[in-house]
């Protein structure tokens, strides 16, 4: 049996409230036999990493760079992939669903591909989507871990 992933998104740097939202989140998935698959760097990206592997979880980082010693130190498995900014499509392709903290174009970028991807993005302080129609994406907003962990996994509260 493969084991289920959730991509987390958000800055390289972060507040400390995202860091301690992306540590639970992380944690919260590790905790539901989930890993975190991200861009493998800093910022939310490592504080998620740090949860989820102190609940003994697998971690993903989809890096842009060649050299897999770019990675965070939370990493379970680190894939360089010399892409830049282009990993960003892989990195929400490989969850089933997004969770996206704070961030800024690229955490953006990667929101617009999950969208089109048909993921579900859950966003906490981070962008709200709007269509140049002017009606909102699917962008599910929310504020506590919990509830982003049981809305990416599709659990009713």
Do not use: F, Y
Request: charged share 15%; net charge negative.
């Amino acid at each position: 049996m493969r084991s289920r992933l959730v991509s987390v998104i958000g800055g390289s740097e972060c507040t400390a409230d995202e860091s301690a939202l992306a540590q639970e989140i992380g944690r919260l998935l590790a905790q539901a036999g989930v890993g975190v698959v991200c861009g493998g760097r800093g910022g939310v990206m490592e504080a998620a990493c740090r949860g989820a592997r102190e609940a003994g979880g697998l971690t993903i980082g989809i890096l842009p760079g060649e050299a897999a010693d770019d990675g965070n130190p939370h990493l379970t498995v680190a894939l360089p992939t010399g892409m830049g900014e282009a990993r960003n499509v892989i990195v929400v392709k490989a969850g089933e669903a997004v969770i996206a903290i704070g961030g800024g174009l690229g955490t953006l970028s990667e929101i617009a591909h999950a969208l089109r991807l048909g993921k579900p993005v859950v966003a906490l302080g981070s962008w709200r989507a709007v269509s140049p129609e002017g009606g909102d994406l699917p962008v599910i907003q929310t504020t506590t871990a919990r509830e982003a962990v049981a809305l990416a996994l599709g659990i009713q509260g």
